[in-house]
């Protein structure tokens, strides 16, 4: 019984060795590691001359942290400006597809944009401009000339500074003066729709600055600051010229000169004469709005005024000098383009002997 036992437990053994060793033993292998197309495409493109060796323009992308590209965000932005405009790598040499390129540049702006360990720029609190800042502004908008000491109040200084954020706040005076002084710099740069007819005399003696000298080769005249209010059509009168008696002003060269923010606007030369044939004035004038005359303007008295007449195919001229006395003379230049039916005033002015 014993031994029948035995030769049982034995058999089963056997039974189960035998069936264990027809087992097939199941092994797990580590699947192939997947291969970066990023690395793969600057291995197989970039890596030639830009490696640590070579440093071909003094760039090395050998040895960048893929995983890390905000640790060289600087290389890293060189290089896709490159990329997007093809210019690296450069023509002649093998170039990735379009579609690498693409998925290159879009998969390193991605992870440089995201980077949030990126500089922080200083916080700037909303202020306003300071009153030089603000009189600059307004000359480069709209042009008009403000003096911002005589509408704007004095701004706050900090250490010696009087453009600091946090200084320039905004109070309600503040507002309330730049806002009047808004009002006055958009009248004078939109000026008044119907404007009334006005004067304004500059004299010699209240306008000239002796620190302003008028250009060289003049002699007498006035140099002055007007603002225009608006665009429109404005008459300049030109008084006391003082140009000694009538008889040497008559006989001389003259030259008048007009000049607008530095420009010439108008030039006029004139030389008078008399013809002792005909016994006629004879006058010899150019000036920068006219024509060059074929023949001098010719004139006679009539009473106290001299009037002289010139013709060109442009059209006619009419020059008056009507005398008040003996220092005191009124002169007027016309034109007509309709052959004499109608004269329009060009200039007028009043002389006077000192």
Request: one cysteine or more.
């Amino acid at each position: 019984m014993g031994a029948l036992l035995f030769l049982t437990m034995l058999l089963i053994s056997s039974g189960f060795l035998q069936t264990r060793a027809q087992t097939p033993v199941r092994t797990q292998t580590a699947p192939a590691a997947a291969t970066d197309p990023h690395r793969e495409m600057l291995s197989t493109y970039c890596i030639t001359c830009h490696s640590t060796r070579a440093k071909i323009g003094g760039l090395t992308l050998e040895g960048l942290d893929l995983q890390n590209p905000a640790a060289n965000a600087e290389i890293w932005e060189k290089a896709l400006r490159k990329l997007r405009g093809r210019l690296m790598p450069p023509p002649g040499n093998p170039q990735p597809s379009q579609k690498d390129i693409d998925a290159f540049v879009a998969w390193m702006e991605t992870s440089l944009d995201s980077n949030t360990k990126g500089p922080k720029a200083g916080y700037v609190s909303i202020h306003r401009m300071n009153r030089t800042e603000y009189a600059a502004s307004v000359k480069a908008l709209v042009g008009v000339d403000v003096k911002e000491k005589d509408i704007l109040p004095q701004d706050i200084q900090v250490g010696g500074f009087d453009n600091v954020a946090d200084a320039l706040r905004v109070s309600p005076s503040f507002l309330d003066q730049y806002i009047t002084a808004a009002r006055q710099i958009a009248k004078v740069a939109v000026g008044i729709p119907n404007p009334p007819v006005s004067n304004v005399t500059h004299s010699v003696a209240a306008s000239q600055d002796g620190e302003l000298p008028l250009p060289p080769g003049t002699r007498g005249g006035i140099r002055f600051q007007h603002n225009f209010p608006a665009d429109g059509e404005y008459r300049i009168s030109v008084l006391d010229l003082g140009l000694n008696l009538y008889t040497t002003s008559l006989e001389n060269e003259s030259t008048l000169i007009i000049m607008i923010d530095g420009k010439v606007v108008f030039r006029g030369h004139g030389v008078f004469g008399y013809d002792t044939q005909s016994n006629e004035y004879c006058w010899y004038w150019i000036d920068s709005m006219g024509f060059v005359p074929a023949a001098p303007s010719r004139g006679k008295w009539e009473g106290d005024t001299l009037t002289f007449y010139s013709k060109s195919p442009q059209g006619q001229g009419r020059y008056t000098y009507r005398f008040e006395g003996d220092r005191t003379y009124h002169f007027r230049l016309e034109n007509s383009f309709d052959g004499g039916k109608t004269f329009t005033l060009m200039m007028e002015g009043t002389y006077r002997k000192k």
